[in-house]
């Protein structure tokens, strides 16, 4: 914090007045004899470097005590001001939106960051994950759409190597491109289930904690289900039902069985990587029912070898979108 207010100190130096005016004893003791006035100015300077808020509050009180004036004063501080709430919104983002949960307020704020500077990182960061933590903490999905955007221009921006300052409140650079891609996912889950396909299948190539969490799988084969194979089942009642086969029917039969082979790996990935923490319990329970149905369907109505697939499913890669 005092290395930036440092450098605002010295952009306002330049605007305002000359480095050698304010630098000395005698710029506090502009030619003035407004006893109050030079006690708000030294009460802002002689907290400036060490203490930022205190120098904040003597400045706008001394700002708004002589709005109309025009001295050394005044063009020192109103730079510094602007300099200080500026630098200040762009704290206030993730502290309003993590420590306090109060969405609305942070959102707003990181626009009006964006506004100054579109492609500070960091704030996008915090605008993207957001969404996720609004709709899940508070059952808040309003930020969604405009979420989903901050979040890809992060990624964007990290893939072709930016970086914030620091990388809260991610642990470092794969967590939060694993956890922007996992919003990018939780978001489309509903309105675009094959796009969110994607956005899962990157999550869980990260080496980050989300690679080892049972959500992780359990929305990627939901994503396959809800998506491709619902679209492709439907397709394939509607055209092949009840009729002799034929080289378009099996084509599109396998094309459907390699989607349901897909949501079989991810269904198995979600259950292994549940265990046998009771939190995930009774998911765990509904996965291994869907799961066991689409297995005994892919294998003649027999569960052998499923054991055996859930067990060793962490371990291999996971198979690229069909």
Same mark, same amino acid.
Do not use: C
């Given at each position: 914090?005092?290395?930036?207010?440092?450098?605002?100190?010295?952009?306002?130096?330049? *605007?305002?007045?000359?480095?050698?005016?304010?630098?000395? =004893?005698?710029? $506090?003791?502009?030619?003035?004899?407004?006893? @109050?006035?030079?006690?708000?100015?030294?009460?802002?300077?002689?907290?400036?470097? +060490?203490?930022?808020? *205190?120098?904040?509050?003597?400045?706008?009180?001394?700002?708004?005590?002589?709005?109309?004036?025009?001295? @050394?004063?005044?063009?020192?501080?109103?730079?510094?001001?602007?300099?200080?709430?500026?630098?200040?919104?762009?704290?206030?983002? !993730? $502290?309003?939106?993590?420590?306090?949960?109060?969405?609305?307020?942070?959102?707003?704020?990181?626009? $009006?960051?964006?506004?100054? +500077?579109?492609? %500070?990182?960091? =704030?996008?960061?915090?605008?993207?994950?957001?969404?996720?933590?609004?709709?899940?903490?508070?059952? +808040?999905?309003?930020?969604?759409?405009?979420?989903?955007?901050?979040?890809?221009?992060?990624?964007?921006?990290?893939?072709?190597?930016?970086? !914030?300052?620091?990388?809260?409140?991610?642990?470092?650079?794969?967590?939060?491109?694993?956890?922007?891609?996992?919003?990018?996912?939780?978001?489309?889950?509903?309105? +675009?289930?094959?796009?969110?396909?994607?956005?899962?299948?990157?999550?869980?190539?990260?080496?980050?904690?989300?690679?080892?969490?049972?959500?992780?799988?359990?929305?990627? @084969?939901?994503?396959?289900?809800?998506?491709?194979?619902?679209?492709?089942?439907?397709?394939?009642?509607?055209?092949?039902?009840?009729?002799?086969?034929?080289?378009?029917?099996?084509?599109?039969? %396998?094309?459907?069985?390699?989607?349901?082979?897909?949501?079989?790996?991810?269904?198995?990935?979600?259950?292994?990587?549940?265990?046998?923490?009771?939190?995930?319990?009774?998911?765990?329970?509904?996965?291994?029912?869907?799961?066991?149905?689409?297995?005994?369907?892919?294998?003649?109505?027999?569960?052998?070898?499923?054991?055996?697939?859930?067990?060793?499913?962490?371990?291999?890669?996971?198979?690229?979108?069909?």
């Amino acid at each position: 914090m005092r290395l930036l207010l440092k450098r605002i100190m010295f952009a306002s130096f330049v *605007v305002a007045v000359s480095l050698a005016t304010i630098g000395s =004893t005698q710029a $506090q003791v502009v030619e003035t004899d407004d006893q @109050a006035k030079i006690d708000i100015y030294t009460r802002f300077y002689n907290n400036r470097i +060490n203490n930022e808020t *205190v120098a904040y509050q003597a400045a706008k009180e001394y700002l708004a005590k002589y709005p109309k004036d025009d001295d @050394a004063y005044t063009r020192y501080l109103k730079p510094w001001v602007a300099l200080y709430d500026k630098w200040d919104r762009k704290q206030r983002v !993730p $502290q309003l939106i993590y420590d306090q949960n109060n969405f609305a307020e942070g959102y707003r704020l990181g626009k $009006q960051v964006l506004a100054e +500077n579109p492609n %500070d990182l960091a =704030t996008l960061m915090y605008l993207g994950y957001g969404a996720y933590l609004a709709s899940t903490a508070a059952r +808040n999905e309003s930020f969604n759409v405009e979420a989903r955007g901050y979040a890809q221009k992060a990624i964007t921006a990290i893939e072709a190597g930016q970086a !914030p300052d620091e990388w809260k409140p991610f642990r470092d650079k794969t967590d939060a491109l694993a956890r922007l891609y996992y919003t990018l996912g939780f978001i489309d889950f509903r309105s +675009n289930p094959t796009q969110a396909i994607d956005s899962f299948i990157k999550t869980a190539q990260l080496e980050s904690d989300l690679k080892k969490a049972p959500s992780t799988y359990y929305f990627l @084969a939901a994503a396959y289900e809800t998506g491709p194979y619902k679209t492709m089942a439907a397709a394939y009642q509607t055209n092949f039902a009840g009729k002799p086969e034929s080289p378009a029917s099996k084509a599109a039969l %396998d094309k459907l069985n390699l989607v349901i082979d897909r949501m079989i790996d991810a269904y198995a990935r979600a259950i292994a990587a549940a265990g046998n923490d009771p939190a995930n319990a009774q998911n765990k329970a509904q996965w291994m029912t869907t799961l066991t149905n689409f297995y005994k369907f892919r294998h003649d109505g027999l569960d052998t070898g499923l054991t055996e697939l859930i067990a060793g499913a962490l371990a291999k890669p996971l198979p690229p979108k069909p």
